[in-house]
């Protein structure tokens, strides 16, 4: 259906998966068994000793919910936690009066005490819980297992334990993370119910601690561990409470399901993600009960963690839910107003006090008379004009041949004859570099056989011609610069330089070349999209996250071609709408 669909929204694909559990359901239902519903059974898990590790019932689904409700529970708790540490890190090292070594420092600093900490309750937790933890490695299979997966040597493992005796839970913390949660998913009564609630009750509050700080970390496989060994150990305390006969490897990976869920808030992945990690298509229906569940008990208290890292860190993130309100508004009440537009010929200084004073990555170009809309350009664009020194020059007289020493000119980098399409543009692009600081124009060549013997000749020397070599219907010869003209023979100006300043890009030119102009409409963007004042605010929030926009130009003016705002991610925010536009919640 993804393959098929024009455009597969976010809301049909999670329509599509309510769909496939129903239909499971129904199935389910009619053959009266919920572990035997389908007619495909991949291979079981590896380590398995048989392939009905998972066993489901119909009166086992309060069960399944009841998980996804705690485990969303605790992805809230764990998100509202990290978000507190989040903002605390934040003002610490936001302090004006730290230098930026002294910044690097106090994060390698907070990293090694992570580490310190991290170690020391690892090492200390298996020495007190020894008397729960130390095993005969020929009296539990769960050890045996981990320790022939890992090829260790039985004594490796004592973590102060006795002659000829393993630390259960040492084994565990020290051995591999992926051998660990294989096995509890496999048979969660092969441990003990005080190792499995220990790893848990250690690892959660790592996580909370670990995940944000300046080094590369992961969450996935923690959330696996602490929400198997919740899961599987809560499965063991009822069975042992209320002998309800609970398959305890079902709700080891349903305490993994819902405490991934109740963290990142993702469902359809999820579930694909456990249903092949595991092999088996007969736990589709308890995990998307238990990870849909967790989702919305989750989601009444705050964001996923992706989300509220995004928004913690003042990025503007826009969700795929589109308000009632927005229907409303149009799109003049939220544009960012007057536009900072740029001419398609425009001076060099004018460009590098434009950069300097914005911070903006795109600008509108427009016609410097009629001031109508032909374009968008990007910052970086404008930057490597400068930067390459490749200026225009306007000139009257017009040549009507074309020579070869015009190809080998060392001033030229590349010609830009005017199309018929956009004729108020002519240019020729030449490399500041250059010994000449004349120009050279081409329009036309009336004599078709000069102008094919010499571009032959110009191909055998000049092969990246051949691909930039166009004629239009007025039997113009057009040399196009795209991407296949040769960039290695631009020579940056000496007196130029580029420079970062907080995140945006500046130019510094030398006082030569103020007055060049700069031919803005030979790089732009001419197919940039734009829409109308009047356009509601909820067609054009739908255009610009479908089309993944940076920029949406807005026309208005008497004859409606004039640029009269910009729409930029910022301008499509809850906050920014609410603050220019009214309060959005006051009509859903």
Same mark, same amino acid.
């Given at each position: 259906?993804?393959?098929?669909?024009?455009?597969?929204?976010?809301?049909?694909?999670?329509?599509?998966?309510?769909?496939?559990?129903?239909?499971?359901?129904?199935?389910?239902?009619?053959?009266?068994?919920?572990?035997?519903?389908?007619?495909?059974?991949?291979?079981?898990?590896?380590?398995?000793? !048989?392939?009905?590790?998972?066993?489901?019932?119909?009166?086992?689904?309060? =069960?399944?919910?009841?998980?996804?409700?705690?485990?969303?529970?605790?992805?809230?708790?764990?998100?509202?936690?990290?978000?507190?540490?989040?903002?605390?890190?934040?003002?610490?090292?936001?302090?004006?009066?730290?230098?930026?070594?002294?910044?690097?420092?106090?994060?390698?600093?907070?990293?090694?005490?992570?580490?310190?900490?991290?170690?020391?309750?690892?090492?200390?937790?298996?020495?007190?819980?020894?008397?729960?933890?130390?095993?005969?490695?020929?009296?539990?299979?769960?050890?045996?297992?981990?320790?022939?997966?890992?090829?260790?040597?039985?004594?490796?493992?004592?973590?102060?334990?006795?002659?000829?005796?393993?630390?259960?839970?040492?084994?565990?913390?020290?051995?591999?993370?992926?051998?660990?949660?294989?096995?509890?998913?496999?048979?969660?009564?092969?441990?003990?119910?005080?190792?499995?609630?220990?790893?848990?009750?250690?690892?959660?509050?790592?996580?909370?601690?670990?995940?944000?700080?300046?080094?590369?970390?992961?969450?996935?496989?923690?959330?696996? &561990?602490?929400?198997?060994?919740?899961?599987?150990?809560?499965?063991?305390?009822?069975?042992?409470? =209320?002998?309800?006969?609970? !398959?305890?490897?079902?709700?080891?990976?349903?305490?993994?399901?819902?405490?991934?869920?109740?963290?990142?808030?993702?469902?359809?992945?999820?579930?694909?993600?456990?249903?092949?990690?595991?092999?088996?298509?007969?736990?589709?229906?308890?995990?998307?009960?238990?990870?849909?569940?967790?989702?919305?008990?989750?989601?009444?208290? !705050?964001?996923?963690?992706?989300?509220?890292?995004?928004?913690?860190?003042?990025?503007?993130?826009? *969700?795929?839910?589109?308000?009632?309100?927005?229907?409303?508004?149009?799109?003049?009440?939220?544009?960012?107003?007057?536009?900072?537009?740029?001419?398609?010929?425009?001076?060099?200084?004018?460009?590098?006090?434009?950069?300097?004073?914005? #911070?903006?990555?795109?600008?509108?170009?427009?016609?410097?008379?009629?001031?109508?809309?032909?374009?968008?350009?990007? @910052?970086?664009?404008?930057?490597?004009?400068?930067?390459?020194?490749?200026?225009?020059?306007?000139?009257?007289?017009?040549?009507?041949? &074309?020579?070869?020493?015009?190809?080998?000119?060392?001033?030229?980098?590349?010609?830009?004859?005017?199309?018929?399409?956009?004729?108020?543009?002519?240019?020729?692009?030449?490399?500041?570099?250059?010994?000449?600081?004349?120009?050279?124009?081409?329009?036309?060549?009336?004599?078709?056989?000069?102008?094919?013997?010499?571009?032959?000749?110009?191909?055998?020397?000049?092969?990246?011609?051949?691909?930039?070599?166009?004629?239009?219907?007025?039997?113009?010869?057009?040399?196009? #610069?795209? *991407?296949?003209?040769?960039?290695?023979?631009? @020579?940056?100006?000496?007196?130029?330089?580029?420079?970062?300043?907080?995140?945006?890009?500046?130019?510094? &030119?030398?006082?030569?070349?103020?007055?060049?102009?700069?031919?803005?409409?030979?790089?732009?963007?001419?197919?940039?999209?734009?829409?109308?004042?009047?356009?509601?605010?909820?067609?054009?929030?739908?255009?610009?996250?479908?089309?993944? =926009? @940076?920029?949406?130009?807005?026309?208005?003016?008497?004859?409606?071609?004039?640029?009269?705002?910009?729409?930029?991610?910022?301008?499509?925010?809850?906050?920014?709408?609410?603050?220019?536009?009214?309060?959005? !919640?006051?009509?859903?």
């Amino acid at each position: 259906m993804e393959e098929a669909s024009t455009f597969f929204a976010h809301p049909l694909l999670f329509k599509t998966l309510v769909c496939t559990a129903i239909a499971t359901f129904c199935l389910t239902v009619y053959r009266g068994n919920l572990s035997e519903y389908g007619v495909i059974t991949l291979a079981p898990l590896e380590g398995t000793l !048989n392939g009905e590790i998972f066993l489901n019932r119909f009166t086992e689904i309060p =069960l399944y919910a009841a998980w996804g409700a705690v485990g969303g529970l605790s992805g809230a708790f764990f998100n509202h936690l990290w978000e507190s540490m989040f903002h605390m890190r934040q003002g610490f090292f936001k302090r004006q009066k730290v230098s930026p070594i002294g910044r690097i420092i106090e994060k390698l600093t907070e990293v090694g005490l992570l580490s310190i900490i991290t170690s020391i309750l690892t090492f200390a937790l298996p020495m007190l819980m020894r008397q729960y933890t130390c095993k005969n490695p020929d009296s539990t299979v769960a050890i045996k297992m981990l320790l022939v997966d890992e090829e260790s040597d039985l004594s490796e493992h004592r973590f102060g334990c006795g002659k000829n005796q393993i630390d259960e839970l040492g084994v565990i913390l020290f051995g591999s993370r992926e051998s660990a949660i294989k096995f509890i998913l496999t048979d969660p009564t092969m441990f003990e119910p005080a190792t499995l609630l220990s790893v848990g009750l250690l690892f959660f509050p790592l996580m909370t601690l670990t995940f944000g700080v300046n080094i590369p970390s992961g969450i996935f496989m923690p959330t696996m &561990l602490v929400g198997a060994s919740l899961g599987g150990v809560a499965c063991i305390a009822l069975n042992s409470a =209320l002998d309800l006969g609970l !398959n305890s490897s079902t709700y080891a990976l349903l305490g993994a399901a819902a405490l991934l869920s109740g963290i990142q808030r993702s469902t359809v992945s999820l579930c694909v993600i456990l249903l092949e990690g595991t092999g088996q298509t007969k736990i589709l229906i308890p995990v998307i009960i238990t990870v849909v569940v967790a989702r919305y008990v989750g989601d009444f208290f !705050n964001h996923g963690i992706y989300e509220m890292a995004i928004e913690a860190k003042g990025y503007p993130y826009l *969700d795929h839910h589109i308000k009632k309100s927005y229907d409303v508004y149009k799109v003049k009440d939220v544009m960012s107003s007057p536009a900072l537009t740029i001419n398609s010929v425009e001076t060099a200084r004018n460009i590098e006090l434009m950069l300097k004073q914005t #911070g903006h990555h795109g600008f509108p170009v427009v016609d410097a008379n009629t001031k109508k809309f032909l374009g968008l350009v990007r @910052r970086d664009q404008l930057v490597a004009l400068l930067e390459c020194g490749i200026f225009t020059e306007t000139s009257t007289t017009l040549m009507k041949d &074309l020579t070869r020493k015009s190809f080998k000119a060392e001033s030229m980098l590349a010609l830009t004859i005017r199309d018929d399409r956009y004729h108020k543009f002519p240019s020729f692009i030449s490399s500041s570099g250059g010994a000449s600081e004349s120009s050279i124009k081409l329009e036309t060549i009336d004599d078709d056989t000069v102008r094919d013997d010499i571009l032959d000749n110009e191909f055998d020397e000049y092969s990246w011609l051949m691909d930039n070599v166009q004629e239009t219907n007025r039997n113009s010869l057009v040399i196009t #610069g795209d *991407d296949a003209l040769p960039t290695g023979s631009i @020579r940056k100006s000496n007196e130029t330089t580029v420079y970062s300043d907080h995140g945006k890009l500046i130019v510094k &030119l030398d006082e030569a070349h103020y007055s060049k102009n700069v031919d803005i409409a030979a790089v732009m963007n001419q197919g940039a999209y734009c829409v109308a004042t009047g356009l509601p605010l909820s067609k054009a929030y739908t255009m610009f996250t479908t089309l993944g =926009l @940076r920029h949406l130009v807005v026309l208005g003016g008497k004859d409606g071609g004039e640029v009269v705002g910009v729409l930029t991610r910022v301008n499509f925010t809850p906050d920014y709408i609410e603050s220019h536009a009214g309060d959005i !919640n006051r009509l859903d």
